[in-house]
């Protein structure tokens, strides 16, 4: 089967990769250059782990191809999917330009029967103006060309894509018309052969789904983070707090973890465009306007602490952050809390030093040099007063405590993931603070 996948960031290069691996011939494309051509040369533009070596594979194999130029391909394909980005617009709503933009591009090459797939994380009633753009671009050219869209969410973490693309918990797509059911059913055969869930139905179902799953994860990493701060004013231990109401089926144990706010692609955005998507309908979004002030407040709270400690003193100290990504296992730090910290301690007048497995780079791009960077988590911990641990990288887990604390000019540690024992480190005569006891 012939697909084409319009955009090689997380979501289409990975689809596009994996694909390929279950036997599809697909054409990635994206109107920078300068990224297809190092894709070409096998060069990956994220981090994501096996990625690069599933490309390569594929690549060789002959069924993982690259262009800029989505004419060119729509003749041999099937199925167009669009992975581009919708970031959110000023008002927070999602912008669609790009979006758009290839449905005018399909409609102004197309010359047969295509179903057009977004794959991008949009509002509902988005398929309606892809629908739109391209019959609008078929009456200008004043031709008659069946054509399906559909909507076909990704639910694939950062850090384990690939095993999320290849075994999922379910594949959701959107359709209105036995025809593009049944190419898309086609397409996901090996997923249906291995008894993976898809799920049909109908499209604004689909473009709801994706929404409500992150909104409804966003709200637990919130609510869990709520908890937490008040389980610190009434002496309670959220971490035994989590595994009592974790145990509970009807709740279950994933995102029960607090710690100093979500960041990333997709929760943020995704929580403001549904709440803007509502208020477009006239209805008020009240548990998500919560869940987005709770987590803006949380970005805060390591920083908080951290003044509290020193009384408010903290002009000229040296601190250390470990961690920069948003999350472990890639490099991606769109909102993430670091950012929130660096800009709050920078200005309070405090040197950074940071350290961080593989988004330094991001980082520096980000920010530059108005922070130093450290070879390893020790190096940043030279003559600091405090350390922030901020993302729960694995190497994070088992520090050297005595070589830290030696090198440090007071041993304070404030961890954002709760990952550390503090029996262990009061007795090795650390100040340790940590989220929600």
Same mark, same amino acid.
């Given at each position: 089967?012939?697909?084409?996948i319009?955009?090689?960031g997380?979501?289409?290069?990975?689809?596009g990769?994996?694909?390929?691996?279950?036997?599809?011939?697909v054409t990635?494309?994206d109107v920078?250059?300068?990224?297809?051509?190092?894709?070409?040369?096998g060069?990956?533009p994220?981090?994501?782990?096996?990625?690069d070596? &599933?490309?390569?594979?594929?690549?060789k194999?002959?069924?993982?191809?690259f262009?800029?130029?989505?004419a060119?391909v729509?003749?041999?394909?099937?199925?167009?999917?669009?992975?581009?980005?919708?970031?959110p617009?000023?008002d927070? !709503?999602?912008?669609?330009r790009?979006?758009?933009?290839?449905a005018?591009?399909?409609?102004?090459h197309?010359?047969?029967?295509?179903?057009?797939?977004t794959?991008?994380t949009?509002?509902?009633?988005t398929a309606?103006?892809?629908?739109a753009?391209?019959?609008t671009e078929l009456?200008r050219?004043?031709v008659?060309?069946?054509?399906?869209?559909a909507?076909n969410?990704?639910?694939?973490?950062?850090?384990n894509?690939?095993?999320d693309f290849?075994?999922?918990?379910?594949?959701?797509?959107?359709?209105?018309?036995e025809?593009a059911?049944?190419?898309m059913?086609r397409?996901?055969k090996?997923?249906?052969?291995?008894?993976?869930?898809?799920?049909?139905?109908?499209i604004?179902s689909?473009e709801m789904?994706?929404?409500?799953a992150?909104?409804?994860?966003a709200t637990?990493? !919130?609510?869990?983070n709520?908890?937490?701060?008040?389980c610190?004013?009434?002496?309670?231990?959220v971490? &035994?707090?989590r595994?009592?109401?974790?145990?509970d089926?009807?709740?279950?144990?994933?995102?029960?973890?607090p710690g100093c706010?979500?960041?990333?692609s997709c929760f943020?955005k995704?929580?403001?465009?549904?709440i803007?998507?509502?208020a477009?309908n006239?209805?008020?979004?009240?548990v998500?306007?919560?869940?987005e002030?709770v987590?803006?407040d949380q970005?805060?709270?390591?920083?908080?602490?951290f003044?509290?400690h020193?009384?408010?003193n903290i002009?000229?100290k040296k601190?250390?952050?470990?961690g920069l990504?948003?999350?472990?296992?890639?490099?991606?730090?769109?909102e993430?809390?670091?950012?929130?910290l660096?800009?709050?301690?920078?200005?309070?007048?405090?040197?950074?030093?940071?350290?961080?497995?593989?988004?330094?780079?991001?980082?520096k791009?980000?920010?530059?040099?108005?922070?130093?960077?450290?070879?390893?988590?020790?190096?940043?911990?030279l003559?600091?007063?405090?350390?922030?641990h901020?993302?729960e990288w694995?190497?994070?887990r088992?520090?050297?405590?005595g070589?830290?604390?030696?090198?440090m000019?007071q041993?304070?540690i404030?961890?954002?993931?709760n990952?550390?024992d503090?029996?262990?480190?009061?007795?090795?005569?650390?100040?340790y603070?940590?989220?929600?006891?």
């Amino acid at each position: 089967m012939n697909i084409a996948i319009v955009g090689t960031g997380y979501v289409g290069l990975v689809s596009g990769t994996c694909f390929a691996e279950l036997g599809a011939n697909v054409t990635c494309v994206d109107v920078n250059t300068q990224k297809i051509e190092n894709l070409k040369r096998g060069e990956i533009p994220i981090y994501e782990p096996n990625l690069d070596s &599933m490309v390569s594979r594929n690549m060789k194999a002959g069924r993982l191809h690259f262009t800029t130029d989505l004419a060119s391909v729509l003749d041999d394909v099937e199925v167009v999917f669009s992975a581009v980005g919708t970031p959110p617009d000023e008002d927070g !709503s999602a912008d669609l330009r790009y979006v758009l933009e290839v449905a005018k591009t399909v409609g102004q090459h197309m010359n047969k029967y295509l179903v057009v797939v977004t794959k991008s994380t949009v509002p509902v009633g988005t398929a309606k103006k892809v629908k739109a753009a391209i019959q609008t671009e078929l009456d200008r050219r004043g031709v008659q060309i069946d054509f399906d869209v559909a909507s076909n969410p990704e639910f694939l973490k950062e850090g384990n894509a690939i095993d999320d693309f290849m075994k999922p918990d379910r594949v959701v797509v959107g359709v209105e018309s036995e025809k593009a059911k049944e190419l898309m059913t086609r397409l996901y055969k090996p997923m249906l052969l291995s008894n993976f869930r898809v799920i049909f139905m109908d499209i604004p179902s689909a473009e709801m789904t994706k929404y409500a799953a992150n909104s409804m994860l966003a709200t637990r990493i !919130s609510f869990m983070n709520d908890i937490a701060n008040l389980c610190e004013l009434v002496g309670a231990d959220v971490n &035994m707090v989590r595994k009592g109401i974790g145990t509970d089926s009807r709740i279950g144990s994933k995102f029960l973890y607090p710690g100093c706010g979500y960041g990333g692609s997709c929760f943020p955005k995704d929580v403001k465009a549904l709440i803007k998507t509502a208020a477009k309908n006239g209805y008020d979004m009240r548990v998500l306007n919560a869940v987005e002030t709770v987590n803006e407040d949380q970005k805060n709270i390591l920083f908080e602490k951290f003044k509290k400690h020193f009384g408010g003193n903290i002009r000229g100290k040296k601190v250390a952050i470990w961690g920069l990504a948003f999350k472990p296992e890639t490099d991606d730090m769109r909102e993430a809390p670091s950012l929130t910290l660096i800009d709050r301690l920078l200005k309070a007048g405090c040197k950074v030093c940071a350290y961080d497995p593989v988004a330094m780079g991001e980082c520096k791009r980000r920010i530059g040099d108005v922070i130093s960077y450290g070879k390893n988590m020790y190096d940043t911990v030279l003559d600091a007063d405090a350390i922030f641990h901020v993302t729960e990288w694995k190497e994070f887990r088992l520090p050297a405590w005595g070589v830290v604390k030696k090198t440090m000019k007071q041993p304070v540690i404030l961890d954002g993931r709760n990952i550390y024992d503090v029996k262990e480190l009061q007795d090795l005569g650390f100040v340790y603070h940590c989220i929600g006891k």
